[in-house]
Nanobody, 124 residues
Framework: VELVQSGGGSLDPGSSVTLSCAVSEGSIASYTVAWFRQAPGKEREFVCSTRWGGGSTRYIDSVKERFTIARDNFKNAVDLEMVALKSKDTAVYYC??????????????????WGQGTQVTVSS
């Protein structure tokens, strides 16, 4: 299984961008998918997740009301829409997936598959 990411880039504060994570095998509906990010010198941080079968979503407090995780069944992908970007959002963003459910969706070791990572830089 491969996760192929797209989107990202260099952006101004307050702008918006959408990242996408496409799954190479099976239906996206069967995967629990999360987005993590890693800033320079920091550990990889959970950002948000969507449970398999169109289940519940979860966000860290710092991105609530600004980020939206959503499934796109046509693309067989999960998108991360980010608005009102801030400099502290600067990081490499990774999508992660596992088939079915899992225990703690914030934990890195719960996921079997990872995307290649994409840089998001927010700076004026």
């Amino acid at each position: 299984v491969e996760l192929v990411q797209s989107g990202g880039g260099s952006l101004d504060p307050g702008s918006s961008v959408t990242l996408s994570c496409a799954v190479s095998e099976g239906s996206i509906a069967s995967y629990t998918v999360a987005w993590f990010r890693q800033a320079p010198g920091k550990e990889r941080e959970f950002v948000c997740s969507t449970r398999w079968g169109g289940g519940s979503t979860r966000y860290i407090d710092s991105v609530k009301e600004r980020f939206t995780i959503a499934r796109d069944n046509f693309k067989n992908a999960v998108d991360l829409e980010m608005v009102a970007l801030k400099s502290k959002d600067t990081a490499v963003y990774y999508c992660a997936a596992t088939v079915g459910t899992l225990g703690d969706d914030t934990a890195v070791d719960q996921y079997d598959y990872w995307g290649q990572g994409t840089q998001v830089t927010v700076s004026s």
